[in-house]
Protein backbone atom coordinates (compact mmCIF):
# COMPACT_ATOMS: atom_id res chain seq x y z
CA UNK A 1 0.00 0.00 0.00
CA UNK A 2 1.36 3.58 -0.85
CA UNK A 3 0.79 6.12 1.68
CA UNK A 4 1.03 9.17 -1.06
CA UNK A 5 -0.75 7.66 -3.92
CA UNK A 6 -4.66 8.51 -3.94
CA UNK A 7 -7.47 7.43 -5.70
CA UNK A 8 -10.45 9.97 -5.53
CA UNK A 9 -13.60 8.52 -6.95
CA UNK A 10 -17.30 9.17 -6.08
CA UNK A 11 -20.72 10.11 -6.84
CA UNK A 12 -20.28 13.37 -5.28
CA UNK A 13 -18.39 15.19 -7.23
CA UNK A 14 -18.87 18.05 -4.86
CA UNK A 15 -17.53 16.87 -1.83
CA UNK A 16 -14.06 15.45 -4.01
CA UNK A 17 -13.84 18.66 -5.65
CA UNK A 18 -14.45 20.39 -2.57
CA UNK A 19 -11.06 18.20 -0.83
CA UNK A 20 -9.22 18.17 -3.98
CA UNK A 21 -9.43 22.23 -4.09
CA UNK A 22 -8.45 22.11 -0.23
CA UNK A 23 -5.31 19.89 -0.68
CA UNK A 24 -4.31 22.13 -3.54
CA UNK A 25 -4.15 25.08 -1.79
CA UNK A 26 -2.46 24.39 1.11
CA UNK A 27 0.22 22.23 -1.32
CA UNK A 28 0.68 25.93 -3.02
CA UNK A 29 0.71 27.94 -0.26
CA UNK A 30 3.69 25.86 1.21
CA UNK A 31 5.41 24.44 -2.02
CA UNK A 32 4.72 27.06 -4.99
CA UNK A 33 3.04 26.73 -8.55
CA UNK A 34 6.22 25.23 -10.41
CA UNK A 35 5.70 22.08 -8.00
CA UNK A 36 1.78 21.36 -8.84
CA UNK A 37 1.07 19.27 -12.06
CA UNK A 38 -3.04 18.83 -12.59
CA UNK A 39 -3.77 16.82 -16.06
CA UNK A 40 -7.36 17.25 -17.23
CA UNK A 41 -9.31 16.25 -20.41
CA UNK A 42 -7.77 19.53 -21.91
CA UNK A 43 -4.41 18.72 -21.20
CA UNK A 44 -3.76 14.78 -20.48
CA UNK A 45 -0.42 13.68 -22.34
CA UNK A 46 0.96 10.53 -21.48
CA UNK A 47 4.19 11.28 -21.98
CA UNK A 48 3.49 14.93 -19.93
CA UNK A 49 2.30 12.73 -17.09
CA UNK A 50 5.10 10.44 -17.09
CA UNK A 51 8.10 13.39 -16.96
CA UNK A 52 5.85 15.24 -14.07
CA UNK A 53 5.86 11.49 -12.04
CA UNK A 54 9.09 10.30 -11.89
CA UNK A 55 11.65 12.91 -13.84
CA UNK A 56 12.95 14.92 -10.63
CA UNK A 57 12.83 18.43 -10.49
CA UNK A 58 15.79 21.51 -10.95
CA UNK A 59 13.82 23.67 -8.57
CA UNK A 60 11.47 21.65 -6.54
CA UNK A 61 11.34 18.38 -4.64
CA UNK A 62 8.18 17.97 -3.45
CA UNK A 63 5.84 17.19 -6.11
CA UNK A 64 1.81 17.16 -6.63
CA UNK A 65 0.76 15.11 -9.96
CA UNK A 66 -3.40 14.96 -9.95
CA UNK A 67 -4.75 13.24 -13.04
CA UNK A 68 -8.60 13.21 -14.13
CA UNK A 69 -10.17 10.67 -15.86
CA UNK A 70 -7.87 7.61 -14.30
CA UNK A 71 -8.78 4.40 -13.70
CA UNK A 72 -11.38 5.02 -16.62
CA UNK A 73 -14.12 7.43 -15.76
CA UNK A 74 -17.35 6.50 -17.17
CA UNK A 75 -19.28 9.96 -16.60
CA UNK A 76 -19.20 12.23 -19.54
CA UNK A 77 -16.67 14.18 -21.07
CA UNK A 78 -13.88 11.54 -20.70
CA UNK A 79 -11.31 11.62 -23.48
CA UNK A 80 -9.44 9.03 -22.47
CA UNK A 81 -9.72 5.58 -24.12
CA UNK A 82 -9.81 2.36 -21.92
CA UNK A 83 -6.71 0.91 -23.68
CA UNK A 84 -4.87 4.01 -23.03
CA UNK A 85 -5.59 3.69 -19.41
CA UNK A 86 -5.21 0.04 -19.14
CA UNK A 87 -1.15 0.75 -20.73
CA UNK A 88 -0.69 3.99 -18.73
CA UNK A 89 -1.57 1.89 -15.38
CA UNK A 90 1.00 -1.00 -16.42
CA UNK A 91 3.59 1.36 -17.06
CA UNK A 92 2.78 3.37 -13.69
CA UNK A 93 2.14 0.11 -11.85
CA UNK A 94 5.66 -1.67 -12.79
CA UNK A 95 7.28 2.11 -12.14
CA UNK A 96 5.25 3.10 -9.06
CA UNK A 97 8.39 2.51 -6.96
CA UNK A 98 10.32 4.69 -8.61
CA UNK A 99 8.14 7.44 -7.59
CA UNK A 100 10.43 10.25 -5.64
CA UNK A 101 9.25 10.31 -2.26
CA UNK A 102 8.27 13.67 -2.08
CA UNK A 103 5.97 13.03 -5.22
CA UNK A 104 1.81 13.05 -4.11
CA UNK A 105 -0.30 11.55 -6.78
CA UNK A 106 -4.35 11.92 -6.63
CA UNK A 107 -5.86 9.79 -9.08
CA UNK A 108 -9.64 11.16 -9.76
CA UNK A 109 -12.35 9.21 -11.16
CA UNK A 110 -15.72 10.44 -10.66
CA UNK A 111 -17.72 7.06 -12.01
CA UNK A 112 -14.59 4.64 -12.20
CA UNK A 113 -15.70 0.77 -13.93
CA UNK A 114 -14.88 -0.93 -10.88
CA UNK A 115 -14.83 -4.45 -13.12
CA UNK A 116 -11.79 -3.36 -14.50
CA UNK A 117 -8.11 -4.08 -13.73
CA UNK A 118 -6.68 -0.93 -13.23
CA UNK A 119 -9.93 -0.13 -10.46
CA UNK A 120 -9.14 -3.55 -9.04
CA UNK A 121 -5.12 -2.50 -8.55
CA UNK A 122 -6.62 0.59 -7.07
CA UNK A 123 -8.12 -0.90 -4.26
CA UNK A 124 -5.47 -3.13 -3.59
CA UNK A 125 -2.48 -0.53 -4.01
CA UNK A 126 -3.81 2.60 -3.04
CA UNK A 127 -4.98 5.04 -0.86
CA UNK A 128 -9.23 5.04 -2.02
CA UNK A 129 -11.44 8.19 -0.82
CA UNK A 130 -15.48 7.15 -1.32
CA UNK A 131 -17.34 10.19 -1.78
CA UNK A 132 -20.66 9.09 -0.65
CA UNK A 133 -23.60 11.62 -1.73
CA UNK A 134 -24.40 13.47 1.38
CA UNK A 135 -27.12 12.71 3.67
CA UNK A 136 -29.68 14.55 5.00
CA UNK A 137 -28.17 15.84 8.02
CA UNK A 138 -25.17 16.53 6.17
CA UNK A 139 -27.26 18.52 3.21
CA UNK A 140 -28.70 20.59 6.00
CA UNK A 141 -25.25 21.37 7.64
CA UNK A 142 -24.25 22.47 3.89
CA UNK A 143 -26.76 25.03 3.65
CA UNK A 144 -26.92 26.50 7.01
CA UNK A 145 -22.72 26.89 6.93
CA UNK A 146 -23.68 28.53 3.13
CA UNK A 147 -26.13 30.84 4.85
CA UNK A 148 -24.14 32.51 8.01
CA UNK A 149 -24.35 34.19 9.88
CA UNK A 150 -28.36 34.26 8.92
CA UNK A 151 -29.91 31.65 10.47
CA UNK A 152 -32.43 29.52 9.53
CA UNK A 153 -34.98 27.19 11.61
CA UNK A 154 -35.06 23.55 10.83
CA UNK A 155 -38.67 23.75 9.30
CA UNK A 156 -37.61 26.32 7.21
CA UNK A 157 -34.50 24.35 6.25
CA UNK A 158 -36.06 21.02 5.81
CA UNK A 159 -38.77 22.94 2.92
CA UNK A 160 -35.30 24.60 1.39
CA UNK A 161 -33.80 21.30 0.70
CA UNK A 162 -37.58 20.01 -0.77
CA UNK A 163 -37.65 22.43 -2.94
CA UNK A 164 -34.22 22.79 -3.86
CA UNK A 165 -33.04 19.05 -3.92
CA UNK A 166 -30.08 17.30 -3.14
CA UNK A 167 -27.63 18.83 -5.49
CA UNK A 168 -25.19 20.15 -3.16
CA UNK A 169 -24.09 22.83 -6.13
CA UNK A 170 -27.40 24.26 -6.34
CA UNK A 171 -28.10 24.38 -2.84
CA UNK A 172 -25.56 26.15 -2.36
CA UNK A 173 -25.72 28.62 -5.17
CA UNK A 174 -29.83 29.08 -4.12
CA UNK A 175 -27.98 29.71 -0.63
CA UNK A 176 -25.86 32.60 -2.02
CA UNK A 177 -28.68 33.76 -4.10
CA UNK A 178 -30.88 33.44 -0.97
CA UNK A 179 -27.96 35.45 1.36
CA UNK A 180 -26.94 38.36 -0.84
CA UNK A 181 -30.40 39.18 -2.15
CA UNK A 182 -32.54 39.69 1.36
CA UNK A 183 -32.48 43.01 3.01
CA UNK A 184 -29.07 43.63 5.41
CA UNK A 185 -31.37 43.77 8.44
CA UNK A 186 -32.59 40.13 8.05
CA UNK A 187 -31.48 37.65 10.67
CA UNK A 188 -34.19 34.77 10.35
CA UNK A 189 -34.72 33.40 7.25
CA UNK A 190 -38.83 32.57 6.36
CA UNK A 191 -40.78 30.15 3.95
CA UNK A 192 -41.93 33.19 2.11
CA UNK A 193 -37.94 34.88 1.33
CA UNK A 194 -37.07 31.12 0.30
CA UNK A 195 -40.02 31.20 -2.14
CA UNK A 196 -39.17 34.56 -3.21
CA UNK A 197 -35.55 34.15 -4.01
CA UNK A 198 -34.72 30.63 -4.92
CA UNK A 199 -36.15 28.74 -7.65
CA UNK A 200 -36.88 24.92 -7.20
CA UNK A 201 -35.80 21.61 -9.59
CA UNK A 202 -38.78 22.03 -11.27
CA UNK A 203 -38.80 25.98 -11.75
CA UNK A 204 -34.74 25.63 -13.16
CA UNK A 205 -36.71 23.27 -15.48
CA UNK A 206 -39.21 25.59 -16.17
CA UNK A 207 -36.36 28.18 -17.55
CA UNK A 208 -34.94 26.01 -19.66
CA UNK A 209 -38.26 25.03 -20.77
CA UNK A 210 -39.32 28.94 -21.66
CA UNK A 211 -35.49 29.58 -23.17
CA UNK A 212 -35.86 26.74 -25.87
CA UNK A 213 -39.96 27.30 -26.59
CA UNK A 214 -38.86 29.63 -29.49
CA UNK A 215 -36.42 28.53 -30.59
CA UNK A 216 -36.28 24.58 -30.66
CA UNK A 217 -40.10 23.43 -29.51
CA UNK A 218 -38.86 19.85 -29.64
CA UNK A 219 -35.88 20.55 -27.54
CA UNK A 220 -38.61 22.08 -25.37
CA UNK A 221 -40.72 19.21 -25.81
CA UNK A 222 -38.12 16.84 -24.17
CA UNK A 223 -37.51 19.17 -21.38
CA UNK A 224 -41.33 19.61 -20.54
CA UNK A 225 -40.87 15.43 -19.98
CA UNK A 226 -38.16 16.05 -18.07
CA UNK A 227 -39.79 18.13 -15.70
CA UNK A 228 -43.10 15.84 -15.54
CA UNK A 229 -39.89 13.22 -14.06
CA UNK A 230 -38.40 16.01 -11.83
CA UNK A 231 -41.70 17.16 -10.42
CA UNK A 232 -43.94 16.20 -7.33
CA UNK A 233 -46.52 16.24 -9.76
CA UNK A 234 -48.87 17.27 -12.81
CA UNK A 235 -49.92 20.50 -10.64
CA UNK A 236 -46.87 21.37 -10.27
CA UNK A 237 -45.39 21.36 -13.52
CA UNK A 238 -48.74 22.74 -14.59
CA UNK A 239 -48.29 25.57 -12.19
CA UNK A 240 -45.23 26.21 -13.60
CA UNK A 241 -45.95 26.47 -17.33
CA UNK A 242 -48.96 28.89 -16.56
CA UNK A 243 -46.83 31.08 -14.55
CA UNK A 244 -44.42 31.84 -16.58
CA UNK A 245 -46.93 32.31 -19.50
CA UNK A 246 -48.70 35.08 -17.28
CA UNK A 247 -44.86 36.91 -16.92
CA UNK A 248 -45.18 36.74 -21.01
CA UNK A 249 -48.27 38.17 -21.01
CA UNK A 250 -47.74 40.67 -18.36
CA UNK A 251 -44.78 41.67 -19.89
CA UNK A 252 -46.32 41.95 -23.39
CA UNK A 253 -49.20 43.80 -21.45
CA UNK A 254 -47.09 46.60 -19.91
CA UNK A 255 -45.31 47.29 -23.79
CA UNK A 256 -48.40 47.94 -25.24
CA UNK A 257 -49.27 50.51 -22.44
CA UNK A 258 -45.88 51.84 -23.27
CA UNK A 259 -44.51 50.74 -19.76
CA UNK A 260 -40.76 49.35 -20.66
CA UNK A 261 -39.17 49.89 -17.01
CA UNK A 262 -38.31 46.88 -15.15
CA UNK A 263 -37.78 48.79 -12.26
CA UNK A 264 -41.29 50.14 -12.74
CA UNK A 265 -42.78 46.45 -13.84
CA UNK A 266 -41.11 44.96 -10.82
CA UNK A 267 -42.70 48.02 -8.39
CA UNK A 268 -46.47 47.14 -9.70
CA UNK A 269 -46.20 43.66 -10.00
CA UNK A 270 -44.05 42.36 -7.60
CA UNK A 271 -42.35 39.84 -10.06
CA UNK A 272 -39.30 38.59 -9.23
CA UNK A 273 -36.54 40.86 -10.29
CA UNK A 274 -34.36 38.08 -12.14
CA UNK A 275 -37.31 36.86 -14.27
CA UNK A 276 -38.30 40.57 -15.77
CA UNK A 277 -34.97 41.31 -16.20
CA UNK A 278 -34.39 38.32 -18.33
CA UNK A 279 -37.51 38.42 -20.09
CA UNK A 280 -37.63 42.29 -20.66
CA UNK A 281 -34.51 41.59 -22.80
CA UNK A 282 -36.73 39.23 -25.61
CA UNK A 283 -39.36 41.39 -25.63
CA UNK A 284 -38.92 41.64 -29.44
CA UNK A 285 -39.01 37.68 -29.53
CA UNK A 286 -42.33 37.72 -27.11
CA UNK A 287 -44.05 40.47 -29.49
CA UNK A 288 -43.79 38.14 -32.37
CA UNK A 289 -44.48 35.22 -30.67
CA UNK A 290 -47.77 36.75 -28.49
CA UNK A 291 -50.42 35.28 -30.61
CA UNK A 292 -48.75 31.56 -30.09
CA UNK A 293 -48.36 32.68 -26.17
CA UNK A 294 -51.73 33.59 -25.58
CA UNK A 295 -52.95 30.47 -27.42
CA UNK A 296 -50.80 27.99 -25.72
CA UNK A 297 -51.85 29.53 -22.56
CA UNK A 298 -55.61 29.14 -22.78
CA UNK A 299 -55.21 25.54 -24.11
CA UNK A 300 -53.09 24.88 -20.96
CA UNK A 301 -56.21 26.50 -18.96
CA UNK A 302 -58.90 23.90 -20.69
CA UNK A 303 -56.79 21.04 -20.50
CA UNK A 304 -56.44 21.23 -16.66
CA UNK A 305 -59.95 21.98 -16.38
CA UNK A 306 -60.76 18.80 -18.64
CA UNK A 307 -58.67 16.84 -16.22
CA UNK A 308 -60.20 18.18 -13.21
CA UNK A 309 -63.50 17.65 -14.14
CA UNK A 310 -63.04 13.91 -15.21
CA UNK A 311 -63.17 14.15 -19.08
CA UNK A 312 -59.28 13.62 -19.46
CA UNK A 313 -57.32 11.33 -17.28
CA UNK A 314 -54.41 12.94 -15.43
CA UNK A 315 -51.96 10.87 -17.33
CA UNK A 316 -53.42 12.37 -20.60
CA UNK A 317 -51.60 15.83 -19.65
CA UNK A 318 -47.48 15.04 -20.66
CA UNK A 319 -49.18 13.84 -24.19
CA UNK A 320 -51.79 16.55 -24.68
CA UNK A 321 -49.20 19.50 -23.82
CA UNK A 322 -46.16 17.90 -26.04
CA UNK A 323 -49.42 17.70 -28.67
CA UNK A 324 -50.43 21.59 -28.18
CA UNK A 325 -46.69 22.22 -27.76
CA UNK A 326 -45.49 21.49 -31.48
CA UNK A 327 -48.79 22.31 -33.06
CA UNK A 328 -48.68 25.50 -32.02
CA UNK A 329 -45.68 26.52 -32.83
CA UNK A 330 -46.34 25.24 -36.35
CA UNK A 331 -49.22 27.71 -37.44
Not at 205 to 230: C, G, N, R
Not at 233 to 251: C, F, P, Q, S
Not at 282 to 295: E, H, P, T
Amino acid sequence: MYASVFLFYGENTYALRQELQRRKVNFLERYGQDALFHFSNQNRDLGMIKQALYAGGLFVSKKMVIIEGVPKDTSEGNTLSADKIEKFFEDFQQNIDKLPADTIVILLSNKPDKRTKPFKRCMDNLQLKNFEPYKEPQLKTLITSQLEPLKIGNEELSYFLLKIGDDPYRLVSEAEKLKYGLPPATSQITKEQIDEYCFGMVEGDSFAFFDQLFSDPVLAAQTLEKMKSDGENRNTANGLLTRGLKVYLTLLDYHQQGITSAKEIIAQTKLNPFVVHKNLKNISILLSYQDFIKSFFKQLIELEFAIKTGKYPESYYRLATKSILLSEHQK
